[in-house]
């Protein structure tokens, strides 16, 4: 039979070639068209398990940290403070369904992601929740040290040599090596945290992110005042997430978040101190990134000498400006809403809110500093980034400010809103139809070139998703998506106290509820009008 073969393939080379050929054209062409999917959850690893006992999978522990990973350390301490029965298991190998360390197994179940985690051990525990109105805020002020402070200080932590050489003591390396790996490491690591935090929060000078930082740590010294912590005398998950983050910067080695707690947030120290001697927590250690030897021989000759930066400040649009005037530079405006992108509706209302002069500009192709929409210019000024452009509106046009503990919890519901919820609306809105309808009547061209596209934009526009929300916030499924969309959406109802969020005022964190809600809602028929009207 090889014979056969071979003498078929000797006498016939091209038709063999061109066989060969149309596989793979075939097989690529099913492998492009075949939507991202999530994983199975996989099989567990601890058969002869006790029941009620919670088999935390993390990475082996260290001396001078509680834990280099937020996330496990979070996990650790919900169990030790509600008495809940765990064992922890060390391991470098073993990775959840989303391919992430930690994850939990529970009577024979295997859960991923510190969130889903919480979720599910506040659940079958039974641990109390705090009234509605604090509990709103608590998952508020949750999702903002989650997915909005974690990507700051991360960009702090890996920014220094001793984050990588602690990285390389873990793995047992050579102390005579250790000099020659670092800067390997620290453009594969790097460049990995620095591609994680952009997708998550964006991109931003030395500055922007230093003022970002301290306006989220302001928020947790507003509402931690002189109590013992957040929300009392008792810890609360809220708690645990808010210094697990902190810890696991602070306690390893010394960086310039060690100098900005030390120097402006002298009671946030405090806080950390206090959790840290309630718990009697035992330093734990942890590898925070695994080597891919791929990545690594890959990232060495494409990107070893490339330092990731944030790109130059382009020139502006409206070189013949009006003073005070804001160009607010968006995507095309669509029939039933004002945009499909939730950061533009934002700042358009936020600019109406508050009767700031303003002018927009409709453009399907400029980009910001960072390649997103929208941008505005003010002054000859560029101004990437919602987040960026609504500090810089609010201290040009003196936008008054809520009284401070309001402030806090206003910050903290955008945070929610702007860096978590809106990966669980995008997720919605990628799966409907009624999406790329709305989409691609703003792109200009003959209909049937764009039922020609429809396939193709879908399939890309899914596998972005799919990796920008698995990037920032985890990779869910159907349900838990659902899950984690309904416990937001019921923070912010619960929230509500007047007309608006804060009384009978619009707000800017009004202005962000209300750009990610409606850019869901409005659009065409979905299932998120269908599941939350």
């Given at each position: 039979?090889f014979?056969e073969?071979?003498a078929?393939?000797?006498s016939?080379?091209?038709?063999f070639?061109?066989?060969a050929?149309?596989?793979?054209v075939a097989?690529?062409i099913?492998?492009?068209f075949t939507l991202p999917?999530?994983?199975p959850k996989p099989?567990i690893h601890?058969?002869?398990?006790?029941?009620?006992t919670?088999y935390?999978?993390q990475f082996?522990?260290l001396?001078?940290?509680p834990?280099m990973s937020?996330?496990?350390?979070?996990?650790?301490?919900i169990c030790r403070?509600?008495?809940?029965?765990?064992?922890?298991?060390?391991?470098?190998?073993?990775?959840?369904?989303?391919?992430?360390?930690?994850?939990?197994?529970?009577n024979g179940?295997h859960?991923s992601?510190?969130?889903?985690i919480?979720?599910?051990?506040?659940?079958h525990f039974?641990?109390?929740?705090?009234?509605?109105?604090?509990?709103?805020?608590a998952t508020?002020?949750t999702?903002m040290?989650d997915?909005?402070l974690?990507h700051i200080?991360m960009?702090?932590?890996?920014?220094?040599?001793i984050?990588?050489?602690?990285?390389l003591?873990?793995?047992d390396?050579?102390?005579?090596?250790?000099p020659?790996a670092?800067?390997?490491?620290?453009?594969?690591?790097g460049?990995?945290i620095?591609?994680?935090?952009?997708?998550?929060i964006?991109d931003f000078?030395?500055?922007e992110?230093?003022?970002?930082?301290?306006?989220?740590?302001?928020v947790f010294?507003?509402v931690?005042?002189?109590?013992k912590f957040?929300f009392?005398?008792q810890?609360t998950?809220?708690d645990d997430?808010?210094?697990?983050q902190?810890?696991?910067?602070?306690y390893?080695?010394?960086t310039h978040i060690?100098?900005?707690?030390?120097?402006d947030?002298?009671?946030?120290l405090e806080f950390c101190?206090?959790v840290?001697s309630a718990m009697?927590?035992?330093i734990?250690?942890?590898?925070?990134?695994?080597l891919?030897?791929?990545?690594?021989?890959?990232w060495?000759f494409k990107?070893?000498?490339?330092?990731?930066s944030?790109?130059?400040t382009?020139k502006i649009h409206k070189?013949?400006f009006?003073?005070?005037?804001?160009y607010?530079?968006?995507f095309?405006?669509t029939?039933?809403?004002?945009n499909?992108?939730?950061?533009c509706l934002?700042?358009e209302?936020?600019?109406?809110?508050f009767k700031?002069?303003?002018?927009?500009?409709?453009?399907p192709?400029l980009?910001?500093?960072?390649g997103?929409?929208?941008?505005?210019e003010?002054?000859g000024?560029?101004?990437?980034d919602?987040?960026?452009?609504?500090?810089?509106?609010?201290?040009h046009?003196?936008?008054?400010n809520l009284?401070?503990?309001l402030?806090a919890q206003?910050t903290?519901i955008?945070r929610?809103?702007?860096?978590?919820?809106?990966?669980l609306?995008v997720k919605y809105?990628?799966?409907?139809e009624g999406?790329?309808?709305?989409?691609?009547?703003g792109?200009?061209?003959?209909?049937?070139l764009?039922?020609i596209?429809?396939?193709?934009i879908?399939?890309?526009f899914?596998?972005?998703?799919?990796?920008?929300?698995g990037l920032?916030?985890g990779s869910?499924?159907e349900e838990?998506?659902e899950?984690?969309c309904?416990?937001d959406?019921v923070?912010?109802?619960?929230?509500?106290?007047g007309k608006?969020?804060f009384g009978?005022k619009?707000t800017s964190?009004?202005?962000?509820?209300f750009?990610?809600v409606?850019s869901?809602y409005y659009?065409?028929?979905n299932?998120?009008?269908?599941?939350?009207r």
């Open positions: 039979m014979d073969a071979k078929f393939v000797l016939r080379p091209l038709t070639l061109a066989s050929g149309a596989v793979y097989y690529k099913k492998k492009f999917s999530i994983k099989g601890k058969f002869d398990y006790k029941p009620d919670v935390l999978y082996r522990r001396k001078n940290c834990n937020p996330f496990c350390m979070k996990i650790e301490i403070v509600y008495g809940i029965n765990y064992e922890v298991i060390e391991n470098a190998k073993l990775r959840s369904r989303n391919g992430t360390l930690l994850f939990i197994e529970l179940e859960i992601d510190s969130d889903l919480e979720i599910r051990l506040r659940q039974k641990i109390p929740s705090l009234p509605s109105e604090q509990e709103a805020h508020a002020l999702r040290a997915n909005h974690f200080l960009r702090y932590h890996c920014a220094d040599n984050f990588y050489k602690t990285f003591e873990l793995l390396f050579n102390p005579y090596i250790i020659l670092i800067p390997f490491m620290k453009q594969i690591i460049g990995q620095y591609k994680n935090s952009t997708s998550a964006g000078e030395p500055e992110l230093d003022e970002l930082l301290h306006r989220d740590l302001k010294e507003t931690l005042e002189d109590k957040l009392g005398d810890i998950p809220v997430a808010f210094f697990s902190l810890a696991a910067v602070y390893p080695f010394h060690t100098e900005v707690l030390e120097k947030f002298p009671k946030i101190e206090r840290k009697i927590l035992e734990i250690a942890i590898i925070i990134i695994v891919y030897l791929l990545k690594l021989i890959f060495i990107t070893f000498f490339t330092t990731p944030v790109p130059s382009p070189p013949d009006q003073k005070d005037v804001v607010l530079y968006q095309p405006r029939n039933t809403v004002p499909l992108s939730s950061y934002k700042i209302t936020f600019l109406r809110a700031i002069p303003h002018e927009i500009i409709e453009t192709s980009r910001s500093r960072n997103t929409l929208p941008f505005v003010l002054n000024e560029h101004i990437p919602s987040d960026l452009i609504e500090t810089k509106l609010r201290e046009f003196h936008v008054p009284a401070p503990e402030e206003a903290a955008s929610l809103v702007d860096n978590h919820l809106l990966g609306i809105k990628a799966s409907e999406w790329y309808d709305a989409l691609l009547r792109v200009p061209g003959p209909n049937f764009k039922t596209l429809r396939p193709i879908k399939k890309l899914m596998s972005k998703v799919h990796a920008r929300v920032s916030i869910f499924t838990e998506t899950l984690l309904h416990k959406l923070a912010v109802q619960n929230s509500i106290r608006f969020l009978d619009i964190a009004d202005c962000a509820v750009g990610e409606a869901a659009p065409f028929p299932k998120f009008q269908k599941n939350y």
